[in-house]
Every structure is written in structure tokens, then in C-alpha cells.
């Protein structure tokens, strides 16, 4: 079967845009990266969006036909994706499935959502509806206070601490700090994370991802294709997907994300490499004990060491698996829809020698984990230089 390689890249500055709606945002990446490709749309042969919940954040449903009206691709077959925060990342796959099957050659994938319109309240309320919302959010168990259940068993099994937490959102800060994409581009301190206003005990301010509006696109292309149309391609070598229960209270265990274990084996498999292959990774750092139990998960560290291998300076850009360079949802932002095409620019950019002050050294492979709600969906990719 061909192998499938991103030949563009596009997306938003991701922030808070009160003069800027969905479609602008959308069209923004989308311009980019069709420019970014070199190529002219009538080359696409179809398109993937992922957006969790438009309906809720704008009143606007439709969002497949939506997209391709404005961005000038009427008439090509468009579809939009959902799985949580796990859109993107799912959107991505779609499009990379649809070419491996050999149905299209050339696609457009994106990720967009408009957050910031709604009450604080109706986002959380919105967010709520990736977990269960019968058993958890009519409850009053929002995401903060999922993770948070998550936090206090990885520190009951583990030892995991407080400060170890924070310095993930420090690493993450110090990284966003050099990414003019990022919506908070200023470093933080342990002292300010552990100071922060309490959430969910024992998840802080400063150990959450804020609310963000963006949009991130990529094109994708057959070999044949990207061989035509790009000098420097990115290889998708592995995309996979897994699940697991809805609810918290269903799952054998609060400290570790078996869908993202599952889903990160099949990558592995699928690439023919191992977690010591890979040289960065972007994950779903929604919330800082989700990055800590992610590079578990994906075999960075031991079940539990994640807190301890994180405060000793291993995933920092330099380190010895350098982890969300782009800042993360932590600092980059996380626009949820868009958030799992976001981590596929950042992989680009890195492996293309392009990611500017961030620029990880010798960037060869590098992994995306996707995360739906607590855990329910992962998406994998594990991306390659072309050479």
C-alpha cells in the first residue's frame, strides 16, 4: 500500500479572538496551508475536520459543508469528525485511511473550534459532555475534577508529588514562551504554579489548560503525489486508535490511560520502532497529570516514574525525550477540536528543521498522542524526515 506524507501545514496563533469567528479561523490555517503545500485546491480530493462540539460553543452544526464552502472546495466530499478532545487527532487518521485505502490521493484534514463566545459555565458544562454525562457530569464531576481523582491515585500508588505536577506546567510555560503560535508566551515558576488558585485538589490554576480559539490544518498526499508536489515530506509511518470505558468508575485503574498504552503499542508495531526511537513527542497535556501518566503510557518511563523522571529534566527540550517543545495544550493553548491537528504542525515543523527557537536537535522521529475526554479515545501518529 503507498505511504502517506503531510506536504502542508497551516494553522492560527491559538488565544482568545472575540473579532475572529469559526470560519475566519478555519480559512486562516486552511489559506496557509494549501500555500504551505504548493498546491491549488482543485488538486484535493476531500477533506476531515474535527470539532468536538460546535453546536454548544456557536449554535453551528454542519461543520463538514461549512469548511469546504469557505475555504473554496465545494463540491469535494467533507466531513467532519468528533471524538472529544480527540477530534484532530481522528480527523488526521480519517484522511490518512482514506489514502492508504487508495479512495483519495490528495486530502485535507483540520481541526477548528471556537471556544471563547459561551459563559465559563457552558464551556465546562460543554467540555463535561466527552465524559459520561448521566453518571459524572450530572453529578457534578467536571474534567478538572476527573483528572484531579486521576492525580491523588498516581500519587497514592506512586508517590507522585505537587511539585512534580508544576514542573511540567514550568517545562511547558518555557516552551511556549518561544512559540509565536502559543496563546501564553511567558515562562512560570514552581513557586507560582504550587501558589495558584485551587481548582480540583490537587490540580491548581496553573496545572490546566485554559480555553482557546484555533484551527490547524494539514494536507496529506499519497507517495506518488507528495513526491510530485513536495521536497521535504513528512512520512506518516503509524496511526492508531484505541478506547476505553466513558466512565471513571468503570476503568480497572485511575492511574494510567489504557487506551493511550493500546493505542501507542499499535504505533509502535505499525512503525517497526520502539519508545527509545522516538526523538520528541506532543501529548495531551490537558491537564499536567496527564502528561505525567501519557509518557507512561507511551513507554518514555516506568508505570509511576512519571512525576520523578519529568522533575529530573528528561522531557525538557534538551533532555532525553523532549516532550510538547510546542508548549502543549498547557501553554500552546487547546482549542479542543483543533488541538490533535495542532500537534501534527508542531511534529512537521520539527522534523522539517523549521520549529525556530524550539528546534529539537536532529529531529529524525517524532509522536503525537491524542486524548479524548479522561481518557476514553487516544489517537497515535508517529511521523518521519523524509530522506
Request: aromatic letters at 6%; one cysteine or more; proline letters at 3%.
Amino acid at each position: 500500500m503507498t505511504r502517506v506524507a503531510i506536504i502542508g501545514v497551516g494553522m492560527t496563533a491559538f488565544g482568545e479572538f472575540w473579532e475572529k469567528g469559526l470560519r475566519d479561523l478555519i480559512v486562516e490555517a486552511g489559506t496557509a496551508a494549501i500555500a504551505d503545500a504548493g498546491i491549488e485546491g482543485a488538486k484535493i480530493d476531500a477533506g476531515y475536520v474535527g470539532s468536538m462540539s460546535p453546536g454548544r460553543f456557536i449554535e453551528q452544526e454542519h461543520i463538514g459543508a461549512l469548511v469546504a464552502d469557505y475555504v473554496g472546495l465545494t463540491g469535494i466530499p467533507a466531513t467532519r469528525v468528533e471524538a472529544a478532545c480527540a477530534s484532530g487527532g481522528l480527523a488526521l487518521r480519517q484522511a490518512y485511511i482514506s489514502i492508504k485505502a487508495g479512495v483519495n490521493k490528495i486530502v485535507v484534514t483540520g481541526g477548528v473550534e471556537k471556544m471563547t463566545d459561551v459563559t465559563i459555565d457552558r464551556a465546562m458544562i460543554t467540555l463535561g459532555g466527552a465524559g459520561d454525562q448521566e453518571w459524572e457530569l450530572f453529578h457534578g464531576a467536571t474534567f478538572p475534577a476527573l483528572y484531579a481523582l486521576m492525580a491523588r491515585r498516581h500519587m497514592l500508588e506512586y508517590g507522585t508529588t505537587e511539585e512534580q505536577l508544576a514542573a511540567v506546567a514550568v517545562k511547558n510555560h518555557k516552551n511556549g514562551a518561544l512559540n509565536p503560535k502559543a496563546q501564553y508566551q511567558s515562562e512560570v515558576s514552581i513557586k507560582q504554579v504550587m501558589n495558584s488558585s485551587p481548582v480540583a485538589t490537587p490540580l491548581k490554576l496553573l496545572d490546566c489548560s485554559p480555553i482557546t480559539d484555533g484551527a490547524a490544518v494539514a494536507i496529506l498526499a499519497d507517495e506518488k503525489s507528495a513526491k510530485k508536489y513536495c521536497e521535504n515530506p513528512v512520512w506518516i509511518d503509524a496511526s492508531a486508535q484505541a478506547s476505553d470505558t466513558l466512565a471513571l468508575h468503570d476503568r480497572k485503574s485511575l492511574s494510567r490511560i489504557q487506551a493511550a498504552i493500546q493505542a501507542g503499542k499499535i504505533a509502535y508495531e505499525q512503525a517497526k520502532v520502539k519508545p527509545k526511537d522516538i526523538d520528541f513527542a506532543e501529548v495531551h497535556d490537558c491537564f499536567t497529570i496527564a502528561e505525567i501518566m501519557a509518557i507512561e503510557a507511551l513507554g518514555f518511563c516506568k508505570m509511576g516514574d512519571g512525576g520523578k523522571f519529568t522533575e529530573d529534566g528528561n522531557t525538557t527540550r534538551d533532555g532525553r525525550i523532549p516532550v510538547n517543545a510546542s508548549g502543549g495544550l498547557k501553554a500552546k493553548g487547546h482549542p479542543v477540536g483543533a488541538t490533535g491537528i495542532a500537534q501534527a504542525v508542531e511534529a512537521t515543523l520539527q522534523l522539517r528543521g523549521e520549529a525556530e527557537k524550539r528546534q529539537i536537535k536532529d529531529a529524525e522521529i517524532g509522536l503525537t498522542h491524542n486524548v479524548g475526554g479522561s481518557g476514553a479515545s487516544c489517537v497515535v501518529h508517529i511521523l518521519r524526515r523524509d530522506g
